[in-house]
Nanobody, 122 residues
Framework: VQLQASGGGLVQPGGSLRLSCVTS????????IGWFRQAPGKEREGVAC?????????YYTESVKGRFTISRDKAKNTVYLQTTKLKPEDTAVYYC???????????????WGQGTLVTVSS
C-alpha cells in the first residue's frame, strides 16, 4: 500500500498550490481519502476528506471552507487538494491518508503517506 503526497512548496500569502496524493496497493474506489496537516508544535488536524467513489461526499474543516477543494480522479487513483487564498497559518506538513469512511480522527485512518511541506510566507 502506498500513498504519495506531493505538490507542497513556498508560496506567498494569497497564493495557491495543488497537492496530489497518488495511491496504489488497495481498492481506491472503496476508501475515503483525507488530508491532514501538522504545524510545528501543534497536533495533527483534519483538513478535508472525500468519501468513497460511491458517494464522493466532501468535508472540510471550518478554517479552509471556501478556500480548499478536495477532488478524486478515479482513472489515476489520485486525490487532489486545491488550496487557494493561502494564509501564513496554513503553513504545515500536509499528509494524505485512507480510511473506510471520512472522520476527523487521525487514528481511524488505515494508511498514510509521507508529508509534503507547505510554507506560506512573504
Amino acid at each position: 500500500v502506498q500513498l504519495q503526497a506531493s505538490g507542497g512548496g513556498l508560496v506567498q500569502p494569497g497564493g495557491s498550490l495543488r497537492l496530489s496524493c497518488v495511491t496504489s496497493g488497495f481498492n481506491f474506489d472503496y476508501y475515503a481519502i483525507g488530508w491532514f496537516r501538522q504545524a510545528p508544535g501543534k497536533e495533527r488536524e483534519g483538513v478535508a476528506c472525500i468519501s468513497s467513489s460511491a458517494d464522493d461526499n466532501t468535508y472540510y474543516t471550518e478554517s479552509v471552507k471556501g478556500r480548499f477543494t478536495i477532488s478524486r480522479d478515479k482513472a489515476k487513483n489520485t486525490v487532489y487538494l486545491q488550496t487557494t487564498k493561502l494564509k501564513p497559518e496554513d503553513t504545515a506538513v500536509y499528509y494524505c491518508a485512507a480510511a473506510r469512511g471520512c472522520a476527523p480522527e487521525a487514528t481511524l485512518y488505515d494508511y498514510w503517506g509521507q508529508g509534503t511541506l507547505v510554507t506560506v510566507s512573504s
